[in-house]
Each structure stands twice: as structure tokens, then as C-alpha cells.
């Protein structure tokens, strides 16, 4: 019986104790999953004089754990504006000292179910002589925090969740208790005395969309995929953009030219291509990595790509125009290719794109070094192709205190910086549909992207973007502003940028900078002597390998070989420079940094095999057509016959190369342009003997590359070589002697002894010779006579 009551005892006693819940207690948010806090809505997203005095953070709270939580409670806080470039990051993670409660907790729920949400809404003054608000006394970016606490079941309770942001504020609005009583006093406007000078490049750019191996005159065009025919149709990704740059230039909203004068279209040129292509229909292949022998399927994009590509001439004629890298390639990884040629197409054959698609001139002295850090490889191969400013991050580190150094920077002779702020750049780059974290970004300046909400992220970059703007401390006073060239922005996002941009000049804290300006300026303030670019950290995920680098390499330099040895084909136009393009460019578009960085190196080497395999191809598409039985020489001189094959759309320059055994002499024919199709030769040769051999013919390029396989002709000669001629003579000259003889003597009226008949021998009687005989014997008796 005692045992029975111990045992109901311990039992009651397990039932009534809570299980310990491990980090049910802790104070991080992310040590255990059971609450997450996302912002919806940010009103205003940019704090004005005339914006009102009230700000609004609106947001839902939702339960993702495996339990309920009780006593769901939230608040705001904030922290002193920010101070350096670094601070546009370090505020959005780590340490939460800076900031300070604005207000007390709100309890939202007091028990939260699994899989539930509720919402919230946060809204106080920016400043106020009455508690609570924000506390905000001048023009600055703040950063602002979200705090959720709850008491998970079987858990004590814990901040489980929060969410950071920045708030831009141009302009103090009044005291909501004042009001405009006391009129301009009671707003606080910003410091406009020294003005940043604002570059904007709008990208426009994709990443790589041409299907790998496939050279050019194939008609249709092949794509990949067809995500191209949504992004330019109306309320795509590349339409939101065009359509942004559109408005906030046009006329009608930008009356005094001030925004267009600091904008500048950034467009990649395989984008440019790849649309233009699409413009006279295309199909696209099911399987990526097929090439030319792949299924396809018809586009749908084709009155799209028309729509976008005019509409984009039409802009291009009232507004600067740059043209990026080429695909956005890694210029680190183009240096270790090392081709020139592939560099020069790149960079400075890029703009020549742009130009004929568009029918303009862009600005060109520019690079864009979109995603990568400068390193001294990118340095090394700009310089090699004449002056430019490169347009890169500056270096930036969590430890820095101030504004990143924007000061122009000399590299090499003819290389020159433009720095732009990477905490500028990280925040742009995290804002949209595919946020990114830069591989130029230090490693301790990033942030968990995927924590925050879109609304936060835009927040985030706007605040960055006015930031410079609203440091009149911060030197210099000029701001380049380089998106991620992929921008993946909706239509209000993208609209919200350029609006910022706007305010900024409307309000006195920025002008306009063009990018001429910025090439002409930055070369002027350089110092004259280089300053080596510092070696950054690479991300190894980015890194492109020395592998797929040294494929390149190899398949780029028989491909410039085979260009070389092609002519222009005078019935379609088509010239080798253009059909062996693509397959350049291809090489091109391996090493773009538009791919993730996660998933580069697999890309590029897919794209490399598939090329090396077409390449492959073309080199065998000319060659010797092989006979498949044996030839017979009539006389010792007497032709080889053959037959050249060529399947390329264009002739080509080859050489013939025939080794034959000791006694056979080739007379070399040189070079010959052999033309689309099939072409017979009769090569001299002259052989000094009588049998069977073995002749071996291949082609090869001008420049001795080999095309196609070799061939073995198997050879019957009848020719006796100098015997036969020297036998031959003699019987001729014998001939000649009699035949001189007889005439000699006919004219003479002698008889020839070849014409008289010699005496035949006569034959004995067999009766004379048996009597002959008998006469030998003892003569007959009178009586036989």
C-alpha cells in the first residue's frame, strides 16, 4: 500500500513540474524558433518638415514554434542617429546597448497559438515635450527596433524576435503639442550647406540567357528559359525598372532636368543582345546543356522584347547611357583566362554594343565593378586597355568610425578609383524580391537578410542612400550610388528610390553629379602616383576556379585560331568574326557574377563543356571527305584525286598536307579558301615506282591548326620508273635501225636478206635411202639380174 501512494506521488509530482525548456530563457532572439516579428508597413518611410509628426511601424507577430506562448508583449525602441558608414550596418545585428525603449510593452496576445499571427501597430511622435516619442531633435538616419517578449509554454519568459530598421529624417516636423504655432521655429530643417554631388546608376541588366554552343547565323535564337518574356512585359522585373527611370525623368515630374542629370543608365550589352535577338522571334530548349541538338519549344516573350528594347531607345536619347562588363564578368578571373581579346570584348567592346543596338553614344572611361572587389588582377587588366576609372567599393571594415573613405584613388598609371560606399551598396543590395549580401560587403558588416522584411530592407537602403546626405561631417561630399546590376525591385520599391533622390535635391542636400563629370573629376583629383589596390578578402563561395579559368583559356585561344582562318561568306553576309561571337561571348558569360555566388563555379563549368564540345564540332566540320577504297595511277604522273568538305555557313583558308613514302613527290597546292559545301582537287604527284603504298592527307588552318581527321589513301601506281624508260628506248632504236635497213636497200634495187627465202633442206627418198643402203651389201648374182 506504501508503495502504491509513492508511486501516485511521484507521478503527480512529474505531472505538475514543467519541463526544463533548453534557451526558452534566452535573451538572443533565434535561440529557440517560437516567435517571429515582421514589419508591414513604415509610415512615413522618410520624415519630412511637411510629412507629419507622427510615425507609424505597423507589423505582424506569428507563432512558428511547436508550442503556445503566452503573455505575447512589444515595443519600440531606438538609438542615436548614425555616424559612420560602418553604423548603417552594425545597428541592424548584434549589440542592442544603443538603443533604449521609446514607450513601455503592449501586450498583443495574452496566448498565442501555434500557427496563429496578430498584428500590430506602433505609432509616436518624432518628438514631442510629453512623453512618450522618438526623441528626435534633428535631421539624421535613425535606427529603430522592434522588440516582441513572451513566455513560451514550459519556458520562462524571453525576448523571442526583433526587427531593426532605419528611419531617414530630412527634416524635424513640429511638436504635435506646438503644432505651426510658432510657424518656422517649430520644424527643424537640414544642414544644406554642403551638398553631396550625387551619381545614380540604374541598372539594367540580366544574368545570362543565350543558350551555351551556339554560334552565330542559327536561326531561331535559343534561350535557356523563357523568364526573359515575363521580366520585360508590363510589371516584370526589367519593365519596373525602365518604367521607373521613365517617370522620374520625364518632363512632366522631373520639370528642371535635375534627376536625369544625375542618372545614368548602366546597361549590360548581353542583355542589349539578347532581347534584340528575341525581337525577331526565338525558341527555348529543354535542356540546357544540349547545345544545338537540344529540343525546343517556341518563346512567348517576342512583342515584349519589342515593347522594352523601343522604349529603351527612346530613353537612351535623352539620358546618359554607360555600358557595364560585359555579362557582368569577374575581370579577377578574366586576368587568370588571360586573353586580350576576350578582355577587350569585355570591357571597351562593350560600349560599341550598347551603341549600335541603340543607336547612340554612350558615355564611355567607366567601369563598373559590379559585385567584386578591385583587386590588383582587375587593375592589371583594365590598365592593359587604356585609361579608366573604376568604379568599385571603398574598404570598410566594423571597426571604422567615420563615412567610408570616398577619396579618389590612383591604382595603376591609367587606372583610377571612383569609390562608393559598400554600406551604401549592402543595403541596396538587400532590398527586393532576391536580397544579396555583395562579396566586396566584410564579413562583419553583414546581416541576416533573410530575418528581415522587405518593407525593413527598403528602409534600410533608403536610409543609407540619404545618409551621406544628412552627415555634413562626412567627407567628401560625393556619393555614387551602384545597385546590385540584377536590381530585383518592385514597382513601389523602385519608385521609392528615385524618390529619394529627388527629396535629396529638392531638398537642398544633394546635386546632381553627371557621369562624365565623375570620369573628369576623378582623373583631376587623383594623386599622381599609383597607390596599389589593397587585396580584399575574397569570398572562396565567388571565387571562380583555376580549373574552369584554364578551360577558357584553351578553348578560347582555338576558337580566336579558327576566327582567324574564316572569310566572308559574299551570298548571306555572314562573316567569321560574327559566327564564332557567340562562342566568345559564351566564355564571357561563364564568368558572370550575376549567377550566385553559391552556384558560379558549377554555371561556368557547364557553360565551358558545352562550349568546348561545339568548338570541337566546328574544328571537325571541315576535312578530307575519305575515299573509302584505293585509287589507281595510271602513269607515274598522274593526279590524286580528292574531295574537301566543309560544313561551316562561312569558307574558310585551309592548307593540305599530304605525306607519302620516299619516291612519291606532292606538289604542295598552298593555301586554298575552301567554300560552304564540297570541293574537288586534283593534286599533282609523281611517283618513281611500281606498288602499292599508303598516302596520308589532313587539313590544317592557314596558322597550322588541325581541322577534321586524317586520312590514309590507299595507292596502286603502274609506273616502272627508269628501267622501263631505258628498255623502252632501246627497242625504239633498234625498231628505227631495221626499219632504215630495208628502205635502204629497196631504194637501191637490192634484194634485203630479210626478204629472201632461205633453201629448205631436202629430205632423202626412204626407197633411194633403203637402196643406198643395199649397195652396202654383196653385189647380186647374174642370176637375180
Not at 525603449?101 to 505609432?123: C, D, K, N
Not at 567592346?349 to 558615355?363: K, P
Not at 530592407?457 to 542612400?465: C, E, H, I, K, Y
Not at 555557313?649 to 575552301?674: F, K, M, Q, W
Amino acid at each position: 500500500m506504501l508503495v502504491r501512494v509513492l508511486t501516485a506521488a511521484v507521478l503527480l509530482l512529474l505531472l505538475a513540474t514543467p519541463a526544463a525548456l533548453p534557451g526558452a530563457a534566452a535573451a538572443e532572439p533565434g535561440s529557440a524558433a517560437f516567435l517571429t516579428l515582421q514589419i508591414d508597413r513604415v509610415t512615413p518611410d522618410i520624415v519630412t518638415t511637411t510629412s507629419g509628426s507622427v510615425v507609424t511601424v505597423a507589423g505582424t507577430v506569428r507563432n512558428v514554434g511547436d508550442r503556445p506562448v503566452r503573455d505575447v508583449v512589444v515595443r519600440l525602441e531606438s538609438a542615436p542617429a548614425v555616424t559612420g558608414s560602418a553604423g548603417l550596418r552594425t545597428n541592424l545585428s548584434g549589440n542592442l546597448d544603443q538603443y533604449t525603449a521609446v514607450a513601455p510593452f503592449i501586450t498583443l496576445s495574452t496566448e498565442l497559438q501555434r500557427g496563429q499571427e496578430v498584428p500590430f501597430t506602433l505609432a509616436y511622435p518624432v518628438r514631442g515635450t510629453e512623453e512618450p516619442s522618438l526623441r528626435i531633435d534633428a535631421p539624421g538616419v535613425y535606427p529603430l527596433l522592434v522588440n516582441v517578449n513572451g513566455t513560451p509554454d514550459y519556458g520562462a519568459p524571453a525576448r523571442l524576435d526583433d526587427a531593426r530598421l532605419l528611419l531617414p529624417v530630412l527634416g524635424v516636423p513640429p511638436d504635435p503639442a506646438i503644432g505651426d504655432s510658432e510657424g518656422v521655429s517649430a520644424v527643424v530643417p537640414p544642414d544644406t550647406s554642403r551638398p553631396v554631388a550625387m551619381t545614380v546608376l540604374w541598372p539594367l541588366a540580366d544574368r545570362p540567357r543565350l543558350a551555351a554552343g551556339i554560334p552565330g547565323g542559327t536561326t531561331p535564337v535559343r534561350l535557356l528559359d523563357d523568364d526573359l518574356a515575363t521580366s520585360l512585359a508590363p510589371g516584370g522585373r526589367l519593365d519596373t525598372l525602365l518604367s521607373a527611370a521613365d517617370f522620374a525623368t520625364s518632363a512632366q515630374v522631373d520639370g528642371d532636368g535635375a534627376v536625369g542629370g544625375a542618372l545614368c543608365l548602366a546597361v549590360d550589352p548581353d542583355l542589349l543582345i539578347t532581347v534584340n535577338a528575341m525581337t525577331g522571334g526565338y525558341v527555348v530548349t529543354d535542356d540546357p546543356a544540349g547545345g544545338l541538338g537540344a529540343p525546343t519549344h517556341p518563346g512567348t516573350g517576342q512583342e515584349a522584347a519589342v515593347n522594352w528594347l523601343g522604349r529603351l531607345r527612346a530613353l537612351a536619347q535623352r539620358l546618359c547611357v554607360t555600358a557595364t562588363v560585359y555579362s557582368q564578368a569577374d575581370l579577377d578571373a578574366l586576368k587568370r583566362v588571360g586573353d586580350t581579346g576576350l578582355s577587350a570584348v569585355a570591357t571597351t567592346g562593350a560600349a560599341d554594343i550598347v551603341d549600335q543596338i541603340l543607336g547612340i553614344r554612350s558615355v564611355r572611361g567607366a567601369t563598373l565593378i559590379g559585385d567584386a572587389p578591385l583587386t590588383a588582377p582587375t587593375v592589371s587588366l583594365l590598365g592593359a586597355r587604356g585609361p579608366t576609372v573604376a568604379i568599385a567599393a571603398a574598404t570598410l571594415s566594423a571597426q571604422d568610425p567615420g563615412g567610408a573613405d570616398l577619396t579618389p584613388q590612383r591604382n595603376s598609371p591609367d587606372v583610377v578609383t571612383a569609390p562608393f560606399d559598400p554600406g551604401l551598396g549592402a543595403a541596396l543590395a538587400g532590398t527586393g524580391g532576391a536580397p544579396i549580401a555583395p562579396t566586396y560587403l566584410d564579413e562583419d558588416l553583414r546581416i541576416p537578410l533573410q530575418h528581415d522584411s522587405r518593407v525593413a530592407r527598403l528602409q534600410n537602403a533608403l536610409g543609407a542612400l540619404l545618409w551621406r546626405g544628412l552627415a555634413p561631417e562626412a567627407e567628401p561630399r560625393t556619393q555614387i550610388v551602384l545597385p546590385p546590376l540584377t536590381w530585383d525591385l518592385n514597382p513601389g520599391e523602385a519608385q521609392s528610390m528615385l524618390t529619394s533622390v529627388a527629396s535629396a535635391i529638392r531638398a537642398g542636400l544633394a546635386v546632381p553629379r553627371p557621369l562624365p563629370a565623375v570620369i573628369l573629376e576623378t582623373h583631376r583629383a587623383a594623386p599622381p602616383e599609383p597607390n596599389p589596390a589593397p587585396e580584399p578578402t575574397l569570398d572562396p563561395d565567388a571565387f571562380i576556379d583555376n580549373g574552369v579559368t584554364s578551360g577558357i583559356s584553351a578553348v578560347t585561344g582555338r576558337l580566336w585560331g579558327l576566327t582567324s582562318a574564316l572569310t566572308a561568306d559574299q551570298r548571306t553576309g555572314l562573316t567569321g568574326t560574327g559566327y564564332t561571337a557567340p562562342l566568345r561571348e559564351d566564355m564571357l558569360r561563364a564568368l558572370s557574377q550575376s549567377v550566385p555566388a553559391n552556384a558560379r563555379n558549377q554555371a561556368a563549368q557547364q557553360r565551358l563543356s558545352t562550349v568546348s564540345r561545339t568548338v570541337a564540332d566546328l574544328f571537325g566540320a571541315v576535312t578530307v571527305v575519305n575515299p573509302g577504297g584505293s585509287y589507281t595511277l595510271a602513269t607515274e604522273r598522274s593526279p590524286l584525286p580528292l574531295a574537301l568538305r566543309n560544313d561551316l555557313p562561312v569558307p574558310i583558308r585551309v592548307r593540305l598536307h599530304i605525306t607519302a613514302p620516299p619516291g612519291v613527290a606532292v606538289t604542295d597546292p598552298g593555301e586554298i579558301e575552301l567554300p560552304p559545301g564540297f570541293l574537288p582537287l586534283r593534286v599533282p604527284i609523281e611517283v618513281h615506282f611500281t606498288q602499292r603504298f599508303a598516302i596520308d592527307v589532313n587539313l590544317s588552318t592557314a596558322d597550322g591548326l588541325a581541322l577534321g581527321d586524317p586520312v590514309r589513301l590507299s595507292v596502286h601506281s603502274n609506273a616502272y620508273g627508269k628501267v622501263l624508260f631505258f628498255i623502252t628506248l632501246t627497242g625504239g632504236v633498234i625498231l628505227a635501225l631495221l626499219v632504215g635497213r630495208r628502205l635502204w636497200h629497196r631504194f637501191r634495187g637490192q634484194p634485203d636478206r630479210a626478204d629472201l627465202i632461205p633453201p629448205t633442206p631436202r629430205h632423202p627418198d626412204p626407197l633411194d635411202t633403203a637402196l643406198a643402203h643395199g649397195d652396202d651389201r654383196t653385189p647380186p648374182t647374174d642370176e637375180l639380174r
